[in-house]
Nanobody, 115 residues
Framework: QVQLVESGGGLVQAGGSLRLSCTAS????????MAWYRQAPGKQRDFVAA???????NYADSMSGRFTISRDNAKNTLYLQMNSLKPEDTAVYYC?????????WGLGTLVTVSS
């Protein structure tokens, strides 16, 4: 079992920045890939970014260059640095972990970008 707790969401103006955090209940070095997803109101949950256990990253095309995913193994924490935010980035952002063939999700943190 892995519990994931997101934080760092909030209200920000367009063009601003936020850093989301996801703290895991166990060492993230034991996890496979970790990722961020987001779900806007009335829409499906979409992939944002992922980072492997070895540190390789990949991003959804619309976030590449604006968002940066990283992990601090010593703190068991995953991050998402979001810059140049746009109103269309408004969504609940979820942390995901893949461990032993199971998917684990946090409860999400709301990001609202005002125009």
């Amino acid at each position: 079992q892995v519990q994931l707790v997101e934080s760092g969401g909030g209200l920000v103006q367009a063009g601003g920045s936020l850093r989301l955090s996801c703290t895991a209940s166990k060492s993230i070095t034991s996890l496979n890939a970790m990722a961020w997803y987001r779900q806007a109101p009335g829409k499906q949950r979409d992939f944002v970014a992922a980072i492997s256990a070895y540190g390789s990253t990949n991003y959804a095309d619309s976030m590449s260059g604006r968002f940066t995913i990283s992990r601090d193994n010593a703190k068991n924490t995953l991050y998402l640095q979001m810059n140049s935010l746009k109103p269309e980035d408004t969504a609940v952002y979820y942390c995901h972990a893949d461990h032993m063939g199971y998917d684990y999700w946090g409860l999400g943190t709301l990001v609202t970008v005002s125009s």
